[in-house]
């Protein structure tokens, strides 16, 4: 069955950078997008990242500029690189499967604390 | 950016009954409309692609509708294990979006 799971999460102190991790199982990951999506304490969804099964890359407004998403096919592993750090980026990732673009199947997400 | 609104914000309902949740686009989007259910504490799961395809496993009391603008997610005779939060998600055209979802509350 198909399993997505997130690592990397933590304290981290503000001005600080995060390298967060998705490792898929129970499917073809070099044929599918994948995406990450956050939720702050309390708030609803956010999309922040996505990457095509063709690499291409798309970012969400609000952490553009601070992100890098990549994958390894070789590995079936995503990846989340989040620079400069701020309060309002904490929250739970959730790493999830994006069948043309909607998500069919999430992680059960990694939690990231941005505290001095 | 295509902003998903989400309405109502909350409700509270009975077992057995009817619930309808509406998500309207500021553009229009086609069919390409997602529905998510999220339980406390619990990751997303998926209910519905294309405004009305639902998702494998998904109970057939479950339903959407609407293409363009407008979109609902229809429950019909809510069981125990619905009461939930509820959001749309367009995936026209990048970046995604999602609404601020919809919290259905035991009445």
């Known amino acids: 069955q198909v399993q997505l799971v997130e690592s990397g999460g933590g304290v981290v102190q503000p001005g600080r950078s995060l390298t967060l991790s998705c490792a898929a199982s129970?499917?073809?990951?070099?044929?599918?997008?994948m995406h990450w999506v956050r939720q702050a304490p309390g708030k609803g969804l956010e999309w922040v990242a996505g990457i095509h099964h063709d690499g291409k890359e798309f970012y969400g407004d609000s952490l553009k500029g601070r992100l890098s998403i990549s994958r390894d096919n070789s590995k079936s592993t995503l990846y989340l690189q989040i620079s400069s750090l701020r309060g309002d980026d904490t929250a739970l990732y959730y790493c999830?499967?994006?069948?043309?673009?909607?998500?069919?199947?999430w992680g059960q997400g990694t939690p990231v604390t941005v505290s001095a | 950016d295509i902003q998903m609104t989400q309405s109502p914000s909350s409700l509270s309902a009975s077992l057995g009954d009817r619930v309808t949740i509406t998500c309207r686009a500021s553009q229009a989007i086609s069919i390409w409309l997602a529905w998510y259910q999220q339980k406390p504490g619990k990751a997303p799961r998926s209910l519905i692609y294309a405004a009305s395809d639902l998702q494998s496993g998904v109970p057939s009391r479950f339903s959407g509708s609407g293409s363009g603008t407008e979109f609902t997610l229809t429950i019909t005779s809510l069981q125990p294990e619905d009461f939930a939060t509820y959001y749309c998600?367009?995936?026209?055209?990048?970046?995604?979006?999602f609404g601020g979802g919809t919290k259905v509350e035991v009445k």
């Open positions: 998600q367009q995936y026209h055209s990048y970046p995604l979006t």
């Open positions: 129970g499917f073809s990951f070099r044929g599918y997008g």
């Open positions: 999830a499967r994006g069948d043309r673009s909607f998500f069919d199947f």
